[in-house]
Antibody, heavy 122, light 106 residues
Framework: QVTLRESGPALVRPTQTLTLTCSFS??????????VGWIRQPPGKALEWIAR???????HYNTSLTERVTISKDTSKNQVVLTMTDMDPVDTATYYC??????????????WGQGSLVTVSS | DIQMTQSPTSLSASVGDRVTITCRTS??????LNWYQQKGGKAPKLLIY???RLHGGVPSRFSGSGSGTEFTLTISSLQTEDFATYFC????????FGPGTKVELK
């Protein structure tokens, strides 16, 4: 049974750094084709992909966020960590982590965490 | 970056209606196109992957088609539980989500 759960602060001050942890179970991030991604959704708006990390340690970032975001994994702990620097009120959103299954002719988010609402405010 | 559009932005339909949502990409994504359903601020759920493959546990009234730059999601007979927002997503070059289509009760 695959599960993912996001954890981190609910409130962040402007200019601070956000650190979110995705704890998962039911799969190994060292297995070929397994990846984890982060997605966010401002209230009432569309989904925005942030970053992903693959089984082979490849990292990929949304070009609009790449200067502020770092993704990393700890395979032994079954965790993926996202850091985002210089937070701004426009970064207020629900942040999701999700598993990606990647392979020949496929690459999709099949399991999602419940989401973590992060508010950026002074 | 690949840009994505969805049409319509929203639609009103009745139970039993056939509903079609279109997703277009600014450049080819082959069949690296997925569809998700989102209800009430909850996490999205995968419906269709690789343009036309039904994810496990998803009712067969959902279907997807297309390749290249134009794709469709069809609900053959709308049910009460299908009123939601639907997003397409490409993973051919990085990842992009469409803006969403809200399906409401007429």
């Amino acid at each position: 049974q695959v599960t993912l759960r996001e954890s981190g602060p609910a409130l962040v001050r402007p200019t601070q750094t956000l650190t979110l942890t995705c704890s998962f179970s039911g799969f190994s991030l060292s297995k070929n084709g397994m990846c984890v991604g982060w997605i966010r959704q401002p209230p009432g708006k569309a989904l925005e992909w942030i970053a992903r990390i693959d089984w082979d340690d490849d990292e990929h970032y949304n070009t609009s966020l790449t200067e502020r975001v770092t993704i990393s994994k700890d395979t032994s702990k079954n965790q993926v960590v996202l850091t985002m620097t210089d937070m701004d009120p426009v970064d207020t959103a629900t942040y999701y982590c999700a598993r990606i299954l990647a392979g020949n002719d496929r690459d999709y988010f099949d399991f999602w965490g419940q989401g973590s609402l992060v508010t950026v405010s002074s | 970056d690949i840009q994505m559009t969805q049409s319509p932005t929203s639609l009103s339909a009745s139970v039993g209606d056939r509903v079609t949502i279109t997703c277009r990409t600014s450049q080819t994504v082959s069949t690296y196109l997925n569809w998700y359903q989102q209800k009430g601020g909850k996490a999205p759920k995968l419906l269709i992957y690789s343009a036309s493959r039904l994810h496990g546990g998803v009712p067969s009234r959902f279907s997807g088609s297309g390749s290249g730059t134009e794709f469709t999601l069809t609900i053959s007979s709308l049910q009460t539980e299908d009123f939601a927002t639907y997003f397409c997503q490409q993973s051919y070059t990085d990842i992009t989500f469409g803006p969403g289509t809200k399906v409401e009760l007429k």
